[in-house]
């Protein structure tokens, strides 16, 4: 099943709500944005004002995981979508 970006961050927000009570956060967006449109986090990180080391080495890991742990199979910026 395709979904459009808009539908897949609404999945990835209720997943994240259902496992831990909360929603996505505006960074874990941006990652999740980023990601779907193939960009690399320095680019990510460049455009929004981050370090790339936040975003790749705190933010993204714990993102992928939560998504991993909710959906059952191992998510990654490569194959998430």
Do not use: C
């Not at 990652?31 to 080391?53: L, N």
């Amino acid at each position: 099943m395709d979904f459009n970006l808009d539908e897949a961050l609404q999945i990835a927000n209720q997943l994240v709500y259902f496992k831990l009570k909360r929603h996505l956060t505006d960074v874990e967006i941006l990652i999740f944005k980023g990601a779907w449109h193939k960009q690399e986090y320095d680019e990510i990180a460049v455009q929004h004002q981050y370090a790339t080391s936040y975003l790749s080495q705190d933010i993204a890991p714990k993102l992928w995981k939560i998504l991993t742990e909710s959906l059952g199979e191992k998510v990654r910026k490569s194959n998430f979508k």
